[in-house]
């Protein structure tokens, strides 16, 4: 078969039931030249003997004929037969330990039966566009989720996260997305939704931190008309809202213990109450779960019920910290640039090499965040050197100041320590009330410390809120107003 003068692209399946072959054969054979094979041992013969195909799609469930032999045995070994023949793995009930380990032996894409015509031509459509080319670990990836999202990778440790989410997002079963803060668990959620069964339904997030158990409950679940005073009309909760869209739990550790139990029950079977209900409420909701909290240490505490983390543990999604993956910092700095200064209607500056050396060489406790407001200010202030004395560790006046205390000009080493310490606890501290908009509640939550605390360190560094503009300063310019100055 040929279109307009070139050869059809050759495609092969391998299923035990001959129903399933004559559906992808329909649904195919006009475009494609399809060849259908019911055992292992059959395709085996024909790959040796015949030219590559463009792509295989391999039921998960078909096995050698004489052998005891599953799907990752028979794919790798179909791997090693034909290195460079992109799979699609056909699966009814695969644990998605082996899906995951599928994609990481080769597998281009999984498809979960029962499928339809759009699924078929959405992974071979996929799949021979990009067949021919090699993929690198360091290739950069900007995948629009929003109107202002976007998941950027440029590494190989990003490129596992996108392909896990792009697998656990078809499974449509619960995910727990654990990293420190500002890692970029709601921009991973919003992936997995994108790239779901779901995507073209709502997607909303509730962070479990910011309101007080009752407040919360009521925002989840919604109340009847005076189940407590001021509710003058029925309410709708959020669960109810995105009824067969996605729900993202952020904070999930900070969830009250009474909240936990009736979030359990709406993971096994669906249903809830409003608040002052008698009658159930169905829903066809995915839960994602986010936190920066150690889930296994708060589960030994007993302030989360190990059976909810069970239930929310359908898979897990890790995301790593900045400092664990700095050569990505020049691609998000660059990205971040483009991203404010569209935002705020002006040209993106230049990033020299010693300032990109700066943003490398610092931690970044405050990962993905810090780095977008760090470049956000070098937007707004226009001064590299600022910027670049304000990433480092120890600015030379106070290194200067703590060798003349000591005789001969030595320093003290501890006090070298402790100083470099304190720097750092202080820019951590003030970022999260900066992000958190000086609510101090949930900086203490975001920083896992008492509330207590932190007032004491706010006092002890003197830190101070962002003065407002007195009334008699003139009016700023636009581009002040936009910049929040």
Same mark, same amino acid.
């Given at each position: 078969?040929? *279109? ?32 259908t094979f019911t055992s292992a041992l ?28 599953? !799907?990752? /045995? ?57 067949? $021919?080319?090699?993929?690198?670990d360091d290739e950069v990836t900007e ?8 998941? @950027? ?11 896990? %989410?792009?697998? @656990? ?38 962070? %479990? ?12 679940? +919604? ?6 005073? $001021?509710? @003058? ?10 009824? &067969?869209? *996605? ?19 709406? =993971? ?7 608040? +002052?209900?008698? *009658?159930?409420?169905? @829903?066809?909701?995915?839960?994602? !779960? ?70 490398? =060489? ?19 202030? $226009? ?27 030595? #320093? ?9 310490? /304190?720097? #750092? ?13 000086? &609510?101090?509640? !949930? ?9 207590? !605390? ?29 910049? $929040?100055v």
């Open positions: 078969m040929k *279109t307009q003068g070139k050869e059809c692209p050759h495609i092969a399946a391998l299923d035990a039931d001959p129903a399933v072959l004559e559906y992808i054969r329909r649904i195919l054979a006009d475009r494609f030249r399809v060849t059959e395709l085996n013969r024909s790959l040796s003997d015949s030219p590559t195909p463009d792509l295989l799609l391999m039921d998960w469930h078909v096995t050698e004929d004489d052998a005891e032999e599953n !799907a990752l /045995g028979l794919l790798a070994k179909t791997r090693a037969l034909k290195s460079s023949l992109p799979i699609v793995m056909l699966a009814c009930s695969a644990e998605l330990k082996e899906v995951v380990a599928a994609t990481r032996m080769g597998a281009a894409d999984v498809i979960l039966k029962p499928f339809n015509k759009t699924d078929i031509d959405l992974a071979v459509e996929q799949c021979l566009k990009t067949s $021919g080319k090699p993929k690198s995948i629009p989720l929003d109107e202002n999202t976007f998941f @950027v990778r440029s590494s190989k440790r990003m490129r596992e996260i996108e392909s896990q %989410c792009t697998l @656990v997002a078809r499974a449509d079963i619960p995910v727990l997305i654990l990293g420190e803060s500002g890692t970029g668990k709601e921009v991973a959620a919003l992936l997995i939704h994108k790239m779901s069964a779901r995507s073209q339904r709502g997607f909303l997030k509730v962070n %479990c931190a910011a309101m007080p158990a009752d407040l919360l409950e009521s925002e989840l679940f +919604g109340y009847e008309q005076g189940a407590f005073t $001021g509710a @003058v009309k029925s309410k709708p909760g959020k669960f109810e809202i995105c009824n &067969n869209g *996605t729900i993202l739990l952020d904070e999930i550790g900070e969830l009250p213990p009474a909240l936990q139990a009736k979030l359990l029950q709406v =993971l096994q079977d669906g249903s809830f109450s409003r608040l +002052g209900s008698r *009658t159930s409420v169905k @829903v066809d909701v995915r839960v994602i !779960a986010a936190t920066n909290i150690d889930i296994k240490a708060a589960i030994a505490k007993k302030t989360f019920r190990e059976d909810l983390f069970y239930r929310l543990n359908g898979f897990t999604v890790r995301m790593p910290p900045l400092r664990d993956r700095t050569e990505e910092i020049p691609v998000l700095s660059q990205h971040f640039m483009r991203k404010v200064a569209a935002k705020y209607e002006c040209d993106p500056l230049p990033i020299s090499p010693a300032l990109m050396q700066a943003l490398t =060489l610092y931690s970044w406790p405050g990962n993905l965040r810090e780095l977008e407001n760090t470049i956000k200010r070098y937007l707004v202030l $226009g001064n590299e050197q600022a910027i670049m004395d304000e990433l480092s560790p120890l600015k030379s006046t106070e290194f200067a100041a703590l060798h003349s205390e000591q005789p001969n000009g030595r #320093a003290n080493l501890k006090k070298l320590v402790r100083n470099l310490k /304190g720097n #750092a606890e202080a820019v951590a501290i003030a970022q999260s009330l900066e992000d958190k908009g000086w &609510n101090r509640k !949930a900086a203490a939550n975001d920083l896992q410390i008492s509330y207590k !605390a932190l007032l004491y360190k706010i006092k002890q560094y003197n830190l101070t809120p962002p003065r407002k503009r007195p009334d008699w300063i003139e009016p700023a310019s636009s581009f002040d107003q936009a910049q $929040g």
